[in-house]
C-alpha cells in the first residue's frame, strides 16, 4: 500500500497559513507529498523547499483569475489547483490537507491501520475525519451546523475522481454524472486553524481568498459570532504546530452584545433539534457505508 499526500498553495506564508506544520503532521504517513503552488509574492517556496523532506515535490501551477464567481461555479479555481495536486499522485490512497489543517501525531497510527483496514475493500472510497474548528485562539473551538464537523479527506486513488470545488471530491460515474464518494470513518481528528490570526491578517487572507467564492468580499470581525457556538478546547494541539500558536489565556470572549443574525438563529434551532433527535444536520459531501 503506497500514500500520497497532497494540497495547493498560493502566498501561503503572506496569508498566515500553517502549511509547514500541516505538511509535517503527515510526512510520516505518506510515501511523497505533492504540492500545487501558484504564483508566490512572498517566500512560501522558500519556506516549503526549507522543510528538507524528499518526499515533497513542488508542481508550478498558474490561477486562472478570469473564472467568474457566481453561484454554479463558486470556487472552482480552487476545485482546479486541489485536481492538478491530485492528479499527481501516484499512491493508492491520497491524502488532502488545506493549508491550515493538521492531524495530530497521535492520531497517525489509526489512520495507517485504517488504510490498510481498506486497502482491498474497494467499496470504500474514501475516509472521513472528524474535525475541530479553531476559533479566535488556540483554547476555543467553533461549534454548530455553520462548520462542518466531518469530511472527505483520504480518497482512493485508483478511480476517477476530481474536485469541483475546493472542499469536497466527486467521483465520475459516467461523462455525464458524479456523486460523492462512498466512504468509511478514519477514527481520527482534523485540527482546523483558520480561524486563529490576528485581526489584520485575517482580513488580508479574507481579501486574497473570498473573491474566488463570492462577488461581494465583506470584512471580518472575529467578535461577531454567536457565543454559543464556542466552546473550550481542552485537549492537546499537535507537536508540529503548537510554535506556530499565538499564546492564549483563556477562552476567545466573543461581542457580548452581538444581534444573531438570521443564518445563526437557524442554526440554535437546528442545534436543538440536533440535541433532540440525536441527529448531525450538517451536509455531507460523502455517503457512509462502513
Not at 498560493?10 to 506544520?21: C, I, M, Q, T
Request: charge should be positive; aromatic fraction near 14%.
Amino acid at each position: 500500500m503506497t500514500v500520497s499526500g497532497f494540497t495547493f498553495l498560493r502566498d501561503g506564508h503572506k496569508l498566515g497559513y500553517p502549511f509547514v506544520a500541516s505538511i509535517r503532521s503527515i510526512l510520516p504517513l505518506v510515501d511523497e507529498f505533492i504540492v500545487a503552488l501558484g504564483p508566490c509574492d512572498d517566500d512560501t517556496e522558500m519556506r516549503l523547499r526549507s522543510i528538507g523532506d524528499p518526499k515533497i515535490r513542488i508542481v508550478p501551477t498558474q490561477w486562472n483569475e478570469r473564472i467568474r464567481n457566481d453561484y454554479s461555479i463558486k470556487g472552482f479555481v480552487y476545485g482546479q489547483q486541489k485536481t492538478i495536486a491530485l492528479f499527481n499522485c501516484i499512491g493508492d490512497w491520497a491524502f488532502y490537507l488545506e493549508a491550515d489543517e493538521v492531524v495530530h501525531e497521535d492520531d497517525l497510527p489509526k489512520i495507517r491501520a485504517v488504510m490498510h483496514k481498506y486497502a482491498e475493500d474497494y467499496e470504500v472510497e474514501a475516509l472521513v475525519f472528524d474535525y475541530i474548528h479553531f476559533y479566535g485562539n488556540a483554547n476555543t473551538y467553533a461549534w454548530s451546523p455553520r462548520w462542518y464537523r466531518t469530511e472527505a479527506r483520504i480518497i482512493r486513488n485508483t478511480i476517477p475522481v476530481w474536485a469541483s470545488e475546493g472542499l469536497f471530491f466527486n467521483v465520475l460515474e459516467d461523462h455525464h454524472k458524479s456523486r460523492y464518494p462512498k466512504a468509511a470513518r478514519a477514527g481520527a481528528t482534523i485540527y482546523h486553524y483558520g480561524w486563529v490570526r490576528d485581526q489584520a491578517q485575517m482580513e488580508l487572507k479574507h481579501r486574497s481568498v473570498e473573491k474566488y467564492w463570492s462577488n461581494q468580499v465583506k470584512s471580518i470581525n472575529y467578535l461577531e459570532i454567536d457565543p454559543q457556538t464556542l466552546r473550550p478546547f481542552t485537549g492537546t494541539h499537535p507537536k508540529v504546530v503548537q510554535s506556530w500558536l499565538p499564546p492564549a489565556q483563556g477562552m476567545f470572549q466573543p461581542k457580548s452584545n452581538h444581534l444573531l443574525t438570521r443564518r445563526e438563529k437557524k442554526h440554535r434551532l437546528m442545534l436543538k433539534l440536533e440535541t433532540w433527535f440525536g441527529r448531525n444536520f450538517n451536509k455531507k459531501h460523502y455517503k457512509l457505508i462502513r
